[in-house]
């Protein structure tokens, strides 16, 4: 079982940049991939990203050019660098892991609790 907890999260203007963290807890992270997903108000729990043991890594049109997610597996974290933010961003973010690097909700296993981004325009 892994346990998963974000931080990070807040209020930042357009064009600010912010950073996630998922801290996770169990000795079998490092076969996991990682993603992030988000969930705006009123809307579905979407893919964001996601990252492979290897660093393979897959994006969302929406954010690719913009966010970057990286992982370090002797510190068993995993990060989204948000850079650019827009104002359709604003979500609660997500952490979550998976046998493999896919994206669609019902394929990770285990989730954290999310983390609340505000990007004001």
């Known amino acids: 079982q892994v346990q998963l907890v974000e931080s990070g999260g807040g209020s930042v203007q357009a064009g600010a940049s912010l950073r996630l963290s998922c801290a996770a807890s169990?000795?079998?992270?490092?076969?996991?991939?990682a993603g992030w997903f988000r969930q705006a108000p009123g809307k579905e729990r979407d893919f964001v990203a996601a990252?492979?043991?290897?660093?393979?890594?897959v994006y969302a049109d929406s954010v690719k050019g913009r966010f970057t997610i990286s992982r370090d597996n002797a510190k068993n974290t995993v990060s989204l660098q948000m850079n650019s933010p827009r104002p359709e961003d604003t979500a609660v973010y997500y952490c979550?892991?998976?046998?493999?690097?896919?994206?669609?909700?019902?394929?990770?296993?285990?989730w954290g609790q999310g983390t609340e981004v505000t990007v004001s325009s």
């Open positions: 979550a892991v998976s046998r493999g690097l896919k994206y669609r909700v019902t394929d990770y296993d285990y």
């Open positions: 990252v492979a043991w290897s660093g393979s890594t």
């Open positions: 169990g000795r079998t992270f490092s076969s996991y991939v």
